[in-house]
């Protein structure tokens, strides 16, 4: 990978991004708006649902899309996004957007950073479960990826500080036994279709959307070539769907970059990554092979 890497250096380059573009901001005011909206919106469509006979089946699609929603937020807040001034706001905004997701924060930190690190490696990477296997599998494991952290944080994650595994435990604990001591006092329908069906929607929708179709079919490892482990995927009104997650490659390249950042960034600088072996491909070629994806590790 160094040598490739030398090699491209050696060529004439585009103008890379400069450091106004990709520094973390000292307050990103749009992701902090995300967070609270869609927080404040869940409360509201769960309070509704528990105490004024809302739809149970409004509830659901509802609190699937702002469960949905608040991954984006959640994931600037791992990578500190959210302010270069004020490192607390980061866990605040970090752990508030895991709510409707009934994802710690420090555990999805863990995993996600482990994810950036070890991009498609069979042993190392928490998102590779989610592009293992023939395809009549595939959805049965974006159903069941955030388990599989679950597994992970238990089995791997062993130098996780004794304070980091109080947090997660406690937050799991006040996440499902609310859950339970709400289902046991005549809210059980509301609690299942305002809450648990959501998550586990979301989930599935993240792990297909974020984890599998930027990486697949996951042959290139990060430390093979960074700029060949992931993708963008590009096509109109994607970015408004993904909330700009589509441009994957971006994000794998400058991580702590917002969101909101991503498409200008490409837009500005396309050649630059282009030059490196970066790659988009159009929605109908999403679950294709690109001709960067066909090495196998």
Known sequence: MKKALMARSKEPTARSPGRKLIKVPGFALPTTILAITTC???????????????????ACLLNTL?????????????????????KWLNEVVGR????????????????????????????????????????FVLPLRWL?????????????????????????IFTLLLFYGSSVCLAANGYASA????????????????????DYLPH???????????????????GRGLALFFLAQNYHLVHHTFPTVPFYRYL???RRHRPWFEER??????????????ESTVEQV
Not at 216 to 222: F, K, L
Request: hydrophobic share 40%; aromatic share 18%; glycine share 4%.
């Open 96 to 135: 508030m957007s895991g709510i409707p997701l009934f994802s710690p924060f420090y555990a999805f930190q863990r995993l996600h950073l482990s994810h950036h690190k070890h991009t498609n490696d069979p042993e190392n990477d928490p998102d590779f479960w989610s592009g293992k296997g023939p395809w």
């Open 66 to 86: 702002l469960a949905y929603i608040s991954f984006t937020p959640q994931h600037d807040a791992v990578h500190g996004s959210i302010s270069s001034k004020y």
């Open 264 to 266: 200008r960034l490409w």
């Open 40 to 58: 404040f919106a869940w409360c509201w469509v769960s309070w509704q649902t528990f105490f004024n006979g809302f739809s149970c089946a409004h």
């Open 277 to 290: 072996g970066g790659q988009t491909v159009k929605p109908m070629n999403a679950l294709q092979k690109t």
């Open 191 to 210: 609690v299942i279709w305002a809450w648990i069906v959501p998550a586990r929607i979301a989930s599935a929708m993240l792990a297909f959307l974020f």
């Open 216 to 234: 697949q079919p996951h042959r290139i490892p990060m430390r093979k070539d960074p700029f060949k482990a992931t993708r963008n995927i590009e």
């Open 144 to 168: 069941t990826q955030e388990f599989y952290y679950w597994y992970i944080s238990a089995t791997k994650l062993k130098e996780t500080s004794k304070k980091r595994k109080r947090e997660v």
